[in-house]
């Protein structure tokens, strides 16, 4: 029996997270290793269905080279690289892998967050710089501080459950809660002046949009405790860099751990190089062997269920792919 529907997978993809569309014979998966292989671009002319992860941008132009595409999948969270609209407009489900990289993303968070409040990044580099400034790098502890989320989804719940087991007290800035989160978190639902005024540490956990682009401004920075820490593993832009840089140089903040920048590659000319107490990770967040496997593996299901069954409910687009078919 021939395969019904051929699939593109680029930008390294798990091999081992695409079985479910592998053993199944109704799918052939042709994987590339990126999407600058000229094979890519002529096997994509006749895919049903396309996965990538962060490095290949799909935008009208890459669409219109796929007349018989149904289906883009991102094996990750975001669709920063996805032209969301221009893939509605052609009927084409879009799909991401919101549960895949949780662990992997909040465990990171923690990393970041210890490495700060320790310094641990800035002990390491001045030890192999032959230098022993135990006095000058004293840290603090975390049991007994506040942890302010913003943004109690997947990620940030994760955040708050193991910051909990360190002793800390967690507040929450979420205006998007569903009601039975809303019960689940009541005593410790805050307001975002609330809990920028309050927290000794914040972190981030928000997409990037009209609303949270430079939600953390100098404005907030200057309104937050004097020592406090800032986090951001979830999207580029939510902070200010450059205010961010400035905060830290002038010791209002004691430290911050960044893992996502408003341009990536980081520019050379960042201000955040150079800036005390700050580790810097290259969007390391879902870079686990364990996640990628988990995002590749959801993505796939996702795209089975969509292709096979005709099953896009799960699609970021659903709502405009029904009322493009005259469904809604």
Same mark, same amino acid.
């Given at each position: 029996?021939? *395969?019904?529907?051929?699939?593109?997978?680029?930008? %390294?993809?798990?091999?081992?997270?695409?079985? @479910?569309? %592998?053993?199944?014979?109704?799918?052939?998966?042709?994987?590339?290793?990126? =999407? =600058?292989?000229?094979?890519?671009?002529?096997?994509?002319?006749?895919?049903?269905?396309?996965?990538?992860?962060? *490095?290949? &941008?799909?935008?009208?132009?890459?669409?219109?080279?796929? @007349?018989?595409?149904?289906?883009?999948?991102?094996?990750?969270?975001?669709?920063?690289?996805?032209?969301?609209?221009?893939?509605?407009?052609?009927?084409?489900?879009?799909?991401?892998?919101?549960?895949?990289?949780?662990?992997?993303? *909040?465990?990171?968070?923690?990393?970041? +967050?210890?490495?700060?409040?320790? &310094?641990?990044?800035? *002990?390491?580099?001045?030890? &192999?710089?032959?230098?022993?400034?135990?006095?000058?790098?004293?840290?603090?502890?975390?049991?007994?501080?506040?942890?302010?989320?913003?943004?109690?989804?997947?990620?940030?719940?994760?955040?708050?459950?193991?910051?909990?087991?360190?002793?800390?007290?967690?507040?929450?800035?979420?205006?998007?809660? @569903?009601?039975? %989160?809303?019960?689940?978190?009541?005593?410790? +639902?805050?307001?975002?002046?609330?809990?920028?005024?309050?927290?000794?540490?914040?972190?981030?956990?928000? @997409?990037?949009?009209?609303e949270t682009k430079g939600l953390i401004d100098a404005d907030a920075l200057s309104r937050m405790k004097k020592g406090a820490f800032v986090l951001n593993a979830s999207r580029g832009g939510v902070v200010d860099e450059r205010a961010l840089a400035q905060a830290l140089s002038d010791g209002r903040i004691a430290g911050a751990g960044l893992d996502v920048y408003e341009t990536e590659p980081l520019p050379p000319d960042s201000p955040l190089l150079t800036a005390p107490n700050l580790v810097?990770?290259?969007?390391?967040?879902?870079?686990?062997?364990?996640?990628?496997?988990?995002?590749?593996?959801?993505?796939?299901?996702?795209? %089975?269920?969509?292709?096979?069954?005709?099953?896009? =409910?799960?699609?970021?687009?659903?709502?405009?792919?029904?009322?493009?078919?005259?469904?809604?």
């Amino acid at each position: 029996m021939s *395969a019904t529907f051929r699939i593109v997978a680029t930008d %390294r993809v798990s091999k081992q997270g695409l079985a @479910p569309l %592998r053993e199944d014979e109704r799918f052939s998966v042709i994987r590339f290793e990126d =999407s =600058s292989d000229p094979r890519f671009a002529q096997e994509l002319e006749k895919a049903a269905g396309l996965i990538v992860r962060s *490095a290949t &941008r799909v935008d009208a132009a890459i669409l219109d080279r796929a @007349p018989g595409l149904r289906v883009v999948g991102r094996a990750g969270v975001g669709v920063d690289n996805i032209d969301v609209a221009a893939a509605s407009e052609r009927g084409v489900a879009v799909m991401n892998a919101p549960g895949g990289n949780t662990i992997s993303a *909040a465990e990171l968070t923690m990393a970041l +967050l210890l490495s700060v409040a320790r &310094r641990v990044a800035e *002990a390491d580099r001045t030890m &192999r710089e032959g230098k022993w400034e135990r006095s000058r790098l004293q840290g603090v502890e975390l049991r007994g501080k506040t942890l302010g989320v913003i943004g109690a989804g997947r990620i940030g719940w994760e955040v708050a459950e193991r910051c909990r087991a360190f002793g800390m007290d967690v507040i929450v800035y979420d205006p998007y809660l @569903p009601a039975h %989160r809303v019960e689940d978190l009541r005593p410790h +639902l805050v307001t975002l002046d609330q809990l920028i005024a309050s927290a000794d540490v914040v972190s981030l956990h928000v @997409p990037l949009n009209a609303e949270t682009k430079g939600l953390i401004d100098a404005d907030a920075l200057s309104r937050m405790k004097k020592g406090a820490f800032v986090l951001n593993a979830s999207r580029g832009g939510v902070v200010d860099e450059r205010a961010l840089a400035q905060a830290l140089s002038d010791g209002r903040i004691a430290g911050a751990g960044l893992d996502v920048y408003e341009t990536e590659p980081l520019p050379p000319d960042s201000p955040l190089l150079t800036a005390p107490n700050l580790v810097l990770t290259p969007h390391l967040g879902a870079s686990t062997k364990e996640a990628q496997v988990q995002v590749a593996l959801e993505v796939a299901r996702n795209i %089975r269920a969509a292709l096979a069954l005709g099953d896009v =409910s799960l699609a970021i687009n659903a709502a405009e792919i029904a009322r493009a078919a005259g469904l809604s």
